[in-house]
């Protein structure tokens, strides 16, 4: 069975709206998989956001549970790891390295056949060889400084936007764009999965 571990800012919003959807899909479906969800600055036993409860209510979708702060057990218990944000996957791949090769934004994963895979990943690992060079206090080569901005420009928006303290349409626009990129991400997998 597949384990699927969706990732935010506080696990009180995005994250918990995608575990909640990604469960009803695979039971909808009949996919096999366990779906969780934390947050890299949650704050552990934080009830989803109210917004997002009646998002849910409102499409008869079952709530999660309460938030819970990503650490290296749910790096470890996951299959595939997927964030909202860029800066999210960005924040797991520094902290757990070992787990970047299994973790995406959720459109990034939606989007892996299309053609711009090999730019998005050539961008990772850019980004991933600039924060080492920075850390270690070593130039950076303007070459690939100039190719990493060059990518950046040209990548597609793949961050799902927050809706923290925005009107109950703004979480429902969220849950669309989750929904939607759920749909495109599994659709197509579900039979060799």
Known sequence: MRRILMVCTGNTCRSPMAEALLRDWAARTGTEMEVRSAGVAAQSG????????????????????ASTRLDRGDVEWADLILTMTVSHKRAIAERYPHAASKTYTLKEYARQSEALLPDLQEMDRLHAEFQMALALGKPFPERDRQRLSELSRRAPDLDIADPYGGPLALYEACAREIREAIERAFGGRQAAD
């Open 46 to 65: 934080m009830p989803i956001s109210a917004h997002a409860a009646e998002t849910l209510k409102r499409g008869r979708i079952a709530l999660p549970g």
